[in-house]
C-alpha cells in the first residue's frame, strides 16, 4: 500500500468522527444556549434551539472538511463546545436564580 493512500484514508477517518462526535456535542451544546437564552417558555425554546441543532450541526460537518488541519477541526469544535458549554450552565444558573 503507498503511503498517499494510508494517510489519504486515515486523514479523512479523523475528519469524519471529529465531525459526526465533535460536532454533536457542539450543536448539542449550543441548543441548550439558544433554549436558555431565548425569551420564550421553555418548550418553544427547546423547540427552536433542536431546530437549529441540525444547521449547526451541519455546518459543523462541512467546516471540519473546508479547513486545513484536522488539529483545527479538533480545537475548534472541541473549543466551542466546552466554551457553549460554560455559557449554557452560567445561563442555567443565572434563570435558576431569577
Given at each position: ?98
Amino acid at each position: 500500500m503507498a503511503r498517499g493512500a494510508g494517510h489519504s484514508r486515515w486523514y479523512v477517518t479523523g475528519r469524519t468522527l471529529a465531525a459526526i462526535f465533535l460536532g454533536y456535542l457542539f450543536a448539542s451544546t449550543s441548543c441548550l444556549v439558544v433554549a436558555l437564552a431565548l425569551p420564550v417558555d421553555r418548550l418553544t425554546g427547546v423547540a427552536i434551539g433542536t431546530l437549529l441543532t441540525f444547521l449547526v450541526w451541519g455546518g459543523a460537518i462541512m467546516w471540519a472538511f473546508a479547513v486545513e488541519r484536522t488539529r483545527t477541526v479538533v480545537l475548534g469544535l472541541g473549543g466551542g463546545t466546552v466554551l457553549s458549554g460554560l455559557i449554557a450552565w452560567g445561563l442555567y444558573l443565572v434563570k435558576g436564580a431569577a
